[in-house]
């Protein structure tokens, strides 16, 4: 079985709290019903969309990218263009993984 990661238990929170506090049926339909319901208005498949978009920006993220040189020599994020130190795998400020590499 695989272990829950910090995203699961977060969406799985999330998903919680829309059932628990705006639904409007629990009391109106039986569990059956409440499941069908539930399917109609593809909230399982919203929480997959936004699951598959944060993975996909946190492997962009994850995948190094080379620093860029500004300023007459300055090393940069890629990314965000925060200045960066040699000793820096990621980026201070936006988390992207850094590529010194010539």
């Not at 639904?23 to 919203?46: N, R």
């Amino acid at each position: 079985m695989q272990e829950e990661t910090k995203m699961d238990k977060l969406t799985t929170e999330f998903a919680e709290y829309i059932c628990d506090h705006l639904c409007k049926y629990p009391t109106l339909l039986s569990e059956t019903k409440l499941e069908d319901k539930c399917l109609e208005y593809k909230i399982g498949q919203f929480i997959c969309d936004i699951l598959n978009e944060y993975n996909q920006e946190l492997k962009e993220r994850d995948t190094a990218k080379k620093i860029e040189i500004i300023n007459g020599g300055t090393p940069a994020c890629p990314v965000c263009s925060a200045k960066v130190f040699r000793h820096y795998e990621f980026c201070k400020d936006c988390g992207q993984k850094l590529d010194w590499s010539n």
